[in-house]
């Protein structure tokens, strides 16, 4: 017959189990059960809390369906990806069929400046205004306080004869006080006057005139003339 066998125990062992359950140890275990409990109470009374504030009163009228998207159609359709990508006719002045010779420099009767500012700006424009007022024989329009006409933002304008542009021009360049300027001339095309002809002192900007019309051919073009109204009292510095 086979002997039965007996655990075997050594000190070892015994010293393992005796640290285990000791009186330390067992409170140890003791409050971590204890907190996982505690835990897992409070997260099941959450839910069921949850749960009852979800559920609807008997008689409450429920909350209204969110909105369905009004049915409808595209006012261009479902086929605009088939579309071919068109060239548009150009509108810049000498593309349509090249000139054979220059345009003669005296098609250019007088000019604008128009002097561009915002609410940080304006004071700088007041004193390029008045500067001006002061030295220059010039029509000076009134203060355009939001834009007008192809302009995108506030500004105020003078106009000046062919004489004074080697003088005028410059002194806006050196007096400009860091704004935007624009400076077209006054031919028989206004559009291309203020797109195409233009100079500008510091940044450009955008000019809202590509919907005004070209010259009609054979028709007597109006070309703005420039009527001063200032009187210079300071001489211009040199």
Known sequence: MSEER?????????????????????????????????????????????????????????????????????????????????????????????????????DIKSYHAHVYFDEDTHEKAALIRKWAAERFNVELGDWNLEPRGPHVTPSFYFGFTNDLVPIIIPWLQLNSLGLTILLHPNTADPRADHLYYALWVNRSQPVNAYHWPKPEPGKEPEIEQIYPNTRPSVKLER
């Open 6 to 106: 007996k655990p075997i125990h050594t000190a070892e062992s015994d010293q393992d189990w005796a640290d285990l359950l000791s009186p330390g140890r067992r409170q140890l275990l003791v409050n971590t059960g204890l907190a996982a409990a505690t835990l897992l109470t409070t997260a099941l009374s959450t839910d069921a809390l949850a749960a009852e504030q979800a559920r609807p009163t008997p008689g409450a009228t429920p909350p209204p369906a969110p909105p369905r998207p009004t049915p409808g159609q595209s006012p261009w359709g479902y086929e605009t990806y088939k579309q071919p990508t068109p060239r548009p006719v150009s509108l810049r002045p000498g593309e349509s069929t090249l000139p054979t010779t220059p345009r003669r420099y005296t």
